[in-house]
């Protein structure tokens, strides 16, 4: 199935070349392929292998009354990213995958694309890395790593872990937003008969309605608060994560830039004034990728 409003992004990686032999000397933008999941691609075969997909959307932050703008960040992030030195083996490839356009279609259409494109990335090997877009990126992502599990016949019990200052369970009764994917998901799960293994990390207390914490404590949702990430001893958060994920086959992971105090994520639509800093997850994200289950982010 050819994918729709889909097009390359490939004009936005460019910048400093020091060598165009040595590869010690290489940044990313010398080191991306293009890589178009609408041709034919029986013969593609990478061992090690990452894929860039962009989703332009900011439909969900608008129903969600947020700051809109999330539409232009894929390639913002895929300029910041040019410059980076290569310094992971030549062995590992990295490519593009694109951009899905959500300007002229629905969230919902937009989601179920970015879907489609995901499970494509999948079926080559490939780890999908996706680009937001609002936090709405989440479920179209969701639904392409679902699919691929159903279709390879793996164990569905994908566990999710979100870095996010909110809980993004909201009811979606007059239509989902950015703030609603992990109720539609749980949802999902629900109907399957699966076991919901969702964990937030970063929450805020004053950024969730007491229903929010109630109904994750009525659907059994462990969740860590920003406050204990930043009181308690890595030693015990790793343990706590590791618990929640143990009965889980596999997992991916995903960040809210509001997660992250304000000083390093000024342009969200929630500042987090006592947010996080990026340098306490890091290596909590390294960690959660050793366990080895990690299958996107």
């Not at 009764?173 to 969702?198: C, L, T, V, W």
């Not at 929630?270 to 050793?290: D, F, M, N, S």
Request: charged share 20%.
């Amino acid at each position: 199935m050819k994918l729709k409003n889909y097009i390359s992004a490939m004009e936005h990686w460019n910048g400093r070349i020091d060598s165009d032999k040595d590869y010690d000397a290489f940044r990313w933008h010398q080191w991306v392929q293009p890589l178009d999941l609408n041709e034919p691609l029986e013969d593609f075969h990478c061992d090690y292998g990452f894929a860039f997909i962009g989703f332009c959307s900011e439909q969900g932050v608008k129903r969600n009354r947020g700051r809109v703008g999330t539409a232009l960040a894929p390639d913002f992030i895929r300029r910041q990213m040019s410059n980076l030195p290569c310094t992971f083996d030549a062995q590992v490839k990295l490519f593009d995958a694109g951009n899905v356009l959500c300007d002229e279609i629905s969230m919902e259409e937009g989601q179920r694309i970015l879907g489609l494109a995901v499970e494509k990335i999948l079926s080559l090997g490939l780890f999908p890395i996706v680009l937001g877009g609002g936090h709405e990126t989440t479920f179209g992502h969701f639904l392409g790593q679902f699919a691929d599990l159903k279709k390879k016949g793996k164990p569905l019990d994908m566990g999710i872990v979100n870095f996010d200052a909110h809980f993004d369970l909201r009811p979606y009764d007059n239509g989902p937003s950015s703030g609603s994917m992990f109720r539609q998901i749980a949802d999902i799960y629900k109907a399957e008969d699966i076991s919901y293994h969702y964990l937030p990390l970063g929450i805020q207390q004053n950024s969730n309605t007491v229903s929010l914490f109630k109904y994750a404590q009525e659907n059994m949702i462990n969740y860590i608060l920003a406050k204990e990430l930043q009181n308690s001893s890595y030693s015990n958060i790793m343990s706590d994560i590791d618990t929640a994920l143990f009965n889980c086959s596999s997992t991916y992971i995903t960040v809210c830039a509001d997660v992250f105090s304000s000083a390093f994520a000024p342009g969200v639509s929630a500042t987090q004034a006592v947010g996080l800093e990026p340098g306490a997850v890091l290596p909590i994200i390294k960690h959660i990728i050793r366990t080895k289950k990690v299958r996107g982010f």
